[in-house]
C-alpha cells in the first residue's frame, strides 16, 4: 500500500519533469533561413513573372495559353525573317533574325531555354512552358550584362503558338523589360515591350543554334 | 529452477491423486481411466506453466523500452500536391514507458522518447524527403483482453500524442537543381506537434531465471493534427533554395503521419494485493473444512 501512493505521489512529478524537459528541448531546433518549396502545376504565367496589367496588354498582340497539357516542343527553331508586330514605345525598325533552342522539357513542363540572334547566344536559362493540346506559351526571365557599357537588365520573354511537324505556327515573341540600369538611357524603359513574329508565318525546326 | 521441479512434482502427485479418485467413481459413468489420466496431467502442466507465465494483471504496475519503426508519412490537403505521391521516410522509435494496470485490465501508459517522424514525396522529378527528429510524449490508454489459461493478452491503445521537433534533415532533388541536403530548422517545420495513436498489440508476460518479463508487440497509426508548413515557407520569405517559376509558397495544411511497429520489453512491479488476500480467504477456508 505504501508502494502504491509512493508511485501515485511520485508519478505527476515525473510527469511534469518530462513536459518541462520536452519545453527546453524545444529550444534545441537551430536557426536558418534555408526553405525548399514545392514545385506544383502551372497552368498560367505568374503574376510574380508578367503583372496582369503587363498580360493585358500583351494579349491585345498576341495569344497567351493557358493549361497544364503543352505540346512537347523540345528543338531548335528559326525566326525568319523576322517581323515587329508592337512596339509600346512606338519605336519601328528593322530587326536581326534568330534562333530558339528549347530543350531538356521534361514532365513538369520545365525546359532548358537559349536563343542567338546574329552573333550573340545568350546563357540557357529556365524556362516554363504553358498550354494545351497543340498551344502553348513558354515564358522565361532572362538577366543580361553589358560589361563594355555598363548595363544590366531584365527582360521577360515569352513565346506563344502552335506546334507542328514542321515547326511553330503562328508564332509571336514578346520581350518585356522588367528593370534596367543603363546611365545613357540606351535601353527601353521598363514595363515597355515588343512584340514580334515570323513573316513566313512559321518558324521552321532547324537543326543548328548558329547560321 | 528448483522451485519449477517441485512444482511440476506437485502437479503431477496432485493428477496421481485425482486419477485415484476418478478409477473410485461408478462403472457406469462415461470417462475411461486413459482419459482421465490425459486430461488431469495436462491440467497439471497448465498448472506448472501458470506458476512460469504468471498472470499480467497480478502486477499493478511495469516499466520497460519500447523500440520500434515509424513509417513517417506526409499528408498536402492542399489539390495543387494531388499529383504528389507519398511514400514513407523510415524513422526509428525508441521510448520509455510506466504502466499502471488495474485489475479490469486497463492500463495508463505514459511514455517518452524519440521518434523519428517525416515522409517522401515524388512527383516526375522532383523528390523530396524529409525526416525530423522528434522528443515524443504520450499517454496511452490500453484495454487488455484475457485469454484464458493463456499468456497471451491482445490489446487495444489510443494515445493523445505531443512531438517536439529537435532536428532533423531534408533531401530534395529535381532536374535543374540537382541535390539539395541540409539540415532541418525552425523555417522548415513547425516546433511542436499534437496527434492521436490508435493501435493494437498482444502482451506475453514470460519468467527469464526468475525475473518476470513483460514482452509486448503492437501496431498502429499516428494521425497529426497540427499544421507543419511554417510562417516562412508558406509566405516564401526564406532562402528559397529551389527558386523556379512553378515553386509556389506552401499552400494548405502538411500533416504528420506514421504507421509504428514496436517491440516492447518491461517488467512488473507492485504484485496486487487483492491476489494475496483471496488467496488467504482460500487457506482459511481449507483449514476450517
Not at chain 1, 515587329?84 to 512606338?90: F, K, M, Q, W, Y
Not at chain 2, 486419477?19 to 495436462?42: C, E, F, G, M
Not at chain 2, 531465471?209 to 499544421?227: D, H, P, Q, R, V
Request: one cysteine or more.
Amino acid at each position: 500500500m505504501v508502494k502504491h501512493s509512493q508511485t501515485t505521489r511520485c508519478l505527476p512529478w515525473l510527469l511534469s519533469c518530462i513536459a518541462f524537459a520536452a519545453v527546453l528541448m524545444a529550444g534545441c531546433m537551430k536557426e536558418g533561413e534555408d526553405i525548399i518549396l514545392l514545385p506544383v502545376q502551372n497552368d498560367r504565367i505568374p503574376t510574380s513573372v508578367l503583372s496582369p496589367a503587363e498580360q493585358d496588354s500583351l494579349s491585345q498582340y498576341m495569344e497567351i495559353n493557358e493549361g497544364c497539357t503543352p505540346p512537347n516542343i523540345v528543338g531548335i527553331y528559326e525566326v525568319s525573317p523576322v517581323e515587329l508586330i508592337h512596339s509600346s514605345e512606338g519605336d519601328y525598325g528593322n530587326f536581326y533574325d534568330f534562333r530558339l533552342h528549347v530543350k531538356s522539357q521534361n514532365g513538369r513542363n520545365l525546359s532548358v531555354y537559349s536563343e542567338t540572334q546574329n552573333t550573340v547566344t545568350s546563357e540557357s536559362g529556365e524556362a516554363y512552358v504553358i498550354g494545351s493540346d497543340d498551344r502553348f506559351t513558354l515564358y522565361t526571365i532572362e538577366k543580361s550584362v553589358n560589361t563594355t557599357e555598363g548595363w544590366s537588365w531584365e527582360t521577360t520573354t515569352i513565346v506563344s503558338g502552335r506546334k507542328t511537324a514542321e515547326g511553330i505556327a503562328d508564332i509571336r515573341y514578346a520581350i518585356v523589360m522588367r528593370n534596367k540600369q543603363d546611365d545613357d538611357g540606351h535601353l527601353v524603359a521598363p514595363d515597355s515591350f515588343r512584340v514580334f513574329t515570323d513573316g513566313d508565318g512559321i518558324a521552321s525546326v532547324t537543326t543548328e543554334m548558329s547560321r | 529452477m528448483k522451485k519449477r521441479v517441485l512444482t511440476l512434482l506437485a502437479a503431477t502427485l496432485l493428477g496421481t491423486t485425482a486419477l485415484h479418485a476418478q478409477v473410485q467413481q461408478p462403472a457406469n459413468d462415461t470417462i475411461s481411466p486413459t482419459d482421465t489420466l490425459q486430461t488431469v496431467q495436462t491440467d497439471s502442466l497448465h498448472a506448472a506453466i501458470d506458476d512460469t507465465v504468471y498472470r499480467l494483471k497480478d502486477y499493478k504496475f511495469a516499466a520497460g523500452l519500447k523500440f520500434g519503426f515509424n513509417g513517417g508519412l506526409v499528408r498536402l490537403t492542399d489539390e495543387s500536391y494531388d499529383m504528389y505521391k507519398r511514400g514513407l521516410a523510415p524513422g526509428a522509435i525508441i521510448r520509455g514507458y510506466f504502466q499502471w494496470r488495474t485489475a479490469f485490465g486497463l492500463s495508463l501508459v505514459p511514455e517518452v522518447g524519440y521518434v523519428g517522424r517525416g515522409g517522401l514525396l515524388t512527383w516526375e522529378d522532383v523528390s523530396c524527403k524529409q525526416l525530423v527528429h522528434c522528443l515524443d510524449v504520450r499517454l496511452a490508454v490500453r484495454y487488455n483482453f484475457d485469454i484464458k489459461d493463456k499468456g497471451l493478452s491482445p490489446y487495444v491503445v489510443v494515445a493523445p500524442v505531443w512531438n517536439v521537433a529537435l532536428g532533423g534533415k531534408v533531401d530534395y532533388s529535381d532536374d535543374l537543381s540537382g541535390d539539395i541536403n541540409f539540415k532541418m530548422t525552425d523555417k522548415n517545420i513547425r516546433t511542436h506537434d499534437f496527434g492521436l495513436f490508435a493501435g493494437a498489440g498482444i502482451e506475453f508476460p514470460v519468467t527469464i531465471k526468475e525475473t518476470k518479463l513483460n514482452i509486448s508487440a503492437e501496431a498502429g497509426y499516428c494521425w497529426g493534427f497540427m499544421n507543419s508548413f511554417t510562417d516562412t515557407e508558406q509566405n516564401a520569405t526564406g532562402n528559397v533554395l529551389n527558386q523556379y517559376y512553378d515553386s509556389r509558397p506552401a499552400a494548405g495544411k502538411r500533416l504528420a503521419r506514421g504507421l509504428e511497429i514496436s517491440i516492447s520489453i518491461g517488467m512488473p512491479f507492485g504484485k496486487r494485493e487483492k491476489q494475496n488476500t483471496i488467496k488467504e480467504e482460500t487457506k482459511c477456508e481449507e483449514e476450517q473444512k
